[in-house]
């Protein structure tokens, strides 16, 4: 039987709760481990809900390892309990994709100190020389598990310092919080990807090993003006996140 949509009411965001429905029918055998899983369209009409919205949701049913997408087969049901070992798959070549990756995470601040940056950390971040910033300690995990993905220092600077009492629970991303709580929406974002050792403390505070190298980004925000607003450094944990990048043909420029 069809979960019962009314039963399963939004309580967040939307593409959770169809998350939700979704799994509820798989594990009610509606869509038995062999079969064809609904097309977009389908669900979309069924449950009433935009087309971002079903991507969001079986994306996460991709993700969990009870769906699989194959090329002219459409998508296939391959489990009926979600896979709890597989790391989180990002996309950050776009703003859309960075976007979705905050709605899809969650920061949480366990220390901040006031800085001075020097002229190495001003360089990287392209802001001036000894100039003070509220360096926010944090961590990223996954909406529906609390493990860490990554650790993150958090770059604001002075003006913009309220945005640290709002991380807290079900908060919206760093990005969105300048717009809504300043007016000054993030106009660019310049992301450097490299390969780095996690900061010794922060390995200790997650409880992960601070020898094995990790993926590092850092990501720079600018208003409209070319100014920095805010920044991070993310190291993201071996085995818990991986960075996946699609390009089409049908998108490149001509010859």
Same mark, same amino acid.
């Given at each position: 039987?069809?979960? &019962?949509?009314?039963?399963?009411?939004?309580?967040?965001?939307?593409?959770?709760?169809? +998350? *939700?429905?979704?799994?509820? &029918?798989?594990?009610? $055998?509606?869509?038995?481990?062999?079969?064809?899983?609904?097309?977009?369209?389908?669900?979309?009409?069924?449950?009433?809900? /935009?087309?971002?919205?079903?991507?969001?949701?079986?994306?996460?049913?991709?993700?969990?390892?009870?769906?699989?997408?194959?090329?002219?087969?459409?998508?296939?049901?391959?489990?009926?309990?979600?896979?709890?070992?597989?790391?989180?798959?990002?996309?950050?070549? $776009?703003?859309?994709?960075?976007?979705?990756?905050?709605?899809?995470?969650?920061?949480?601040?366990?220390?901040?100190?006031?800085?001075?940056?020097?002229?190495?950390?001003?360089?990287? %971040?392209?802001?001036?020389?000894?100039?003070?910033? %509220?360096?926010?300690?944090?961590?990223?995990?996954?909406?529906?598990?609390?493990?860490?993905?990554?650790?993150?220092?958090?770059?604001?600077?002075?003006?913009?310092?309220?945005?640290?009492?709002?991380?807290?629970?079900? +908060?919206?991303?760093?990005?969105?919080?300048?717009? *809504?709580?300043?007016?000054?929406?993030?106009?660019?974002?310049?992301?450097?990807?490299?390969?780095?050792?996690?900061?010794?403390?922060?390995?200790?505070?997650?409880?992960?090993?601070?020898?094995?190298?990790?993926?590092?980004?850092?990501?720079?925000?600018?208003?409209?003006?070319?100014?920095?607003? $805010?920044? /991070?450094?993310?190291?993201?944990?071996? &085995?818990?996140?991986?960075?996946?990048? +699609?390009?089409?043909?049908? +998108?490149?420029?001509?010859?």
């Amino acid at each position: 039987m069809t979960a &019962d949509i009314q039963s399963l009411k939004p309580t967040g965001p939307r593409y959770l709760w169809l +998350h *939700d429905c979704l799994l509820a &029918d798989i594990q009610a $055998s509606k869509f038995p481990v062999g079969s064809h899983f609904p097309t977009e369209e389908q669900i979309a009409a069924q449950y009433q809900v /935009s087309r971002h919205t079903v991507r969001e949701a079986t994306r996460l049913l991709v993700e969990n390892g009870l769906i699989r997408r194959r090329r002219s087969l459409g998508t296939i049901v391959i489990g009926k309990a979600p896979t709890v070992d597989k790391p989180y798959v990002a996309a950050l070549g $776009s703003m859309k994709e960075l976007m979705d990756y905050t709605r899809n995470t969650r920061l949480v601040v366990f220390g901040q100190e006031t800085v001075s940056l020097k002229k190495a950390q001003a360089a990287a %971040l392209g802001v001036e020389i000894n100039s003070n910033w %509220l360096m926010l300690h944090a961590y990223r995990h996954q909406v529906r598990r609390k493990e860490p993905i990554s650790y993150s220092q958090v770059y604001l600077r002075p003006a913009y310092a309220e945005i640290a009492s709002k991380l807290k629970g079900d +908060h919206a991303s760093i990005f969105n919080l300048h717009r *809504d709580l300043f007016g000054i929406p993030v106009d660019a974002v310049i992301q450097r990807i490299e390969a780095a050792k996690i900061p010794t403390a922060a390995a200790r505070e997650l409880g992960v090993s601070a020898t094995v190298p990790t993926l590092k980004m850092t990501r720079v925000y600018l208003d409209a003006g070319g100014n920095v607003m $805010s920044a /991070s450094r993310n190291f993201y944990i071996p &085995d818990r996140f991986e960075l996946v990048t +699609h390009w089409h043909r049908s +998108h490149a420029d001509e010859l």
